[in-house]
């Protein structure tokens, strides 16, 4: 593909030769004839010399000093993300039941469905067009699969879940299991039924090896546009809100509410019964006892409002020059 149609694509300026070729994209540290890479941060620049690439895409208004052939964009990493959609073919499996599936007479699914080998789809299930179930996936009894969703080797979809459309679900994880609740009565431990379903709405990604139990009634309900990365753990009853996204690692105790664009950090804990607000950032590894408002920014353990945080883990870390300190003074006035 030629340069200047790149540039076209991504309404690009281009300082160079617009002719140049360009049949793949690469890091600029690894970058060879013919590949397209970009510099997003200053510490890249230092590659400039090194690289291989034919062209470098760049941020409009930068000046650097190269002999490389540039391409100036708003935006050099959402330009890659555009650029890998268009270079990268996506896997997709020919529509059609594999002779190696399990698949019930009841179960209901469009002839533009594909279903890899070792599949198990049960009774009363439904599946929708285009969408893709790759070896060894297994969908519970009425369960429910939407439009074009891609669910990938080794997931666990048990009974009584919907999953809307365009979801992508990636190996390993496990939808609608039963939450952890358990009451106790005369010493022993007596398992709460968990009866409630799971919801993943429209345009959801769940990274590998997420859980997602489902409620003891109703339903756990993750919102449209959510995207949760790997090893995340959410309880039962928890409902999660639009177009957040959860870091992996993160647990989410039951019956907590998560808001609409809330950012989650790396091994947060959230406990239970608890209702975050909308446009909420928790930082990684908080611990979060309390509910929070709208619009916070909190993070540490337990969690408290961001800059309160950062003060008191700067004195934290002076603890011991101030207990030297301490002892100095109670020397000098006691002897």
């Known amino acids: 593909?030629?340069?200047?149609?790149?540039?076209k694509f991504l309404s690009g300026e281009i300082k160079g030769n617009g002719s140049t070729d360009i049949?793949?994209?690469a890091r600029i540290e690894d970058a060879r004839r013919g590949?397209?890479?970009?510099i997003s941060y200053p510490k890249y620049e230092k590659w400039l010399a090194k690289t291989g690439a034919s062209c470098i895409i760049v941020p409009q208004n930068t000046n650097i000093s190269t002999t490389k052939t540039l391409l100036f964009v708003d935006e050099p990493t959402l330009a890659i993300v555009k650029l890998a959609n268009l270079f990268c073919k996506k896997i997709s499996p020919e529509a059609g039941i594999s002779p190696l599936a399990d698949v019930s007479k009841n179960a209901v699914m469009d002839e533009t469905t594909s279903i890899g080998a070792f599949c198990?789809?049960?009774?009363?299930?439904?599946?929708g067009k285009g969408t893709v179930l790759f070896p060894r996936v297994y969908l519970g009894e009425g369960s429910q699969v939407g439009d074009n969703c891609m669910i990938y080797p080794g997931v666990v979809i048990r009974e009584n879940v919907r999953i809307k459309n365009r979801v992508v679900i990636h190996p390993g994880c496990v939808i609608g299991a039963d939450g952890f609740g358990y009451i106790e009565k005369a010493g022993k431990r007596i398992k709460i039924p968990h009866l409630g379903g799971v919801v993943v709405e429209d345009d959801v990604e769940i990274g590998a090896n997420t859980t997602i139990d489902r409620a003891t009634l109703g339903d756990t309900i993750i919102g449209k546009g959510t995207k949760i990365d790997n090893l995340v753990h959410i309880a039962h009853n928890v409902v999660i809100g639009e177009n957040s996204v959860i870091v992996a690692q993160v647990g989410i105790a039951g019956s907590t509410e998560i808001g609409s664009n809330v950012i989650i950090g790396g091994q947060a804990g959230i406990s239970d019964h608890l209702i975050i607000g909308n446009n909420v950032k928790i930082g990684a590894q908080s611990g979060v006892t309390k509910s929070v408002k709208d619009g916070e920014e909190v993070s540490g353990y337990p969690a408290r409002e961001h800059r309160r945080s950062k003060k008191a883990y700067a004195l934290l870390t002076r603890l011991p020059e101030i207990y030297e300190r301490l002892k100095k003074i109670e020397k000098k006035l006691f002897g």
Do not use: H, N
């Open 1 to 7: 593909m030629k340069l200047i149609e790149i540039a």
């Open 23 to 25: 049949t793949g994209i």
């Open 35 to 38: 590949d397209i890479t970009y």
């Open 120 to 127: 198990v789809i049960c009774s009363g299930c439904r599946l």
